[in-house]
């Protein structure tokens, strides 16, 4: 005789349960005590791809899970040996928040990538682009180690972007950009 069990799937094939990283999109305390209390919320973060060998910076959401396009088929290690004729490109964590008079760029915090795209090989150092989006997530403004070419593509970005949440960002992040023309 076949055991019944309302809550299993018969489809699953493994026993293990996977937990894996969940994207919440409203508050993760709002009270009901369950899983994923205290998961932070990506919904206002957006990594900004900057290739200052092309002259050009692009959204691509598919960095937050580290598979964006410049990543894919990608084997990154944390050494800079890993691609001696790398080219450079950053990922750009960029977060928008609301006040009264709009929308806004709160945290803009940029990561180093070097990528050989013909060897398939590459370098950049995943501890750095999680502590980073969680930093751009609190509203810090770390772009001082990007080179100046990158810094100014990213300006002309944020800017082109939207004028209003340019005008409405914080002096830090103007004076950061600053002379990037």
């Not at 990594?47 to 088929?73: I, T």
């Amino acid at each position: 005789m076949k055991s019944f069990d309302q809550f299993s799937n018969e489809n699953e094939k493994s026993d293990k349960k996977k937990n894996q990283f969940t994207i919440l999109k409203d508050d993760s305390t709002d009270g009901h005590g369950g899983y994923g209390v205290g998961a932070i919320s990506l919904e206002n973060v957006s990594p900004v791809m900057v290739d200052p060998n092309e002259g050009e910076a692009y959204v691509d959401m598919g960095a937050l899970h580290a598979r964006s396009k410049l990543e894919k088929r990608i084997k990154f290690k944390p050494d800079r040996e890993n691609a001696p004729n790398g080219k450079l490109f950053w990922i750009v964590w960029v977060t928008v928040d609301h006040k009264p008079e709009g929308a806004f760029y709160t945290g803009v915090t940029g990561c180093e990538m070097v990528i050989d795209h013909e060897i398939r090989r590459g370098y950049k150092s995943l501890p750095e682009h999680v502590n980073n989006m969680d930093k751009s997530l609190k509203g810090k403004i770390i772009v001082d180690h990007m080179d100046d070419e990158s810094k100014k593509i990213l300006k002309n970005f944020l800017q082109e972007h939207s004028k209003e949440m340019w005008d409405n960002s914080s002096n830090e992040l103007k004076e950061a950009l600053a002379n990037h023309d």
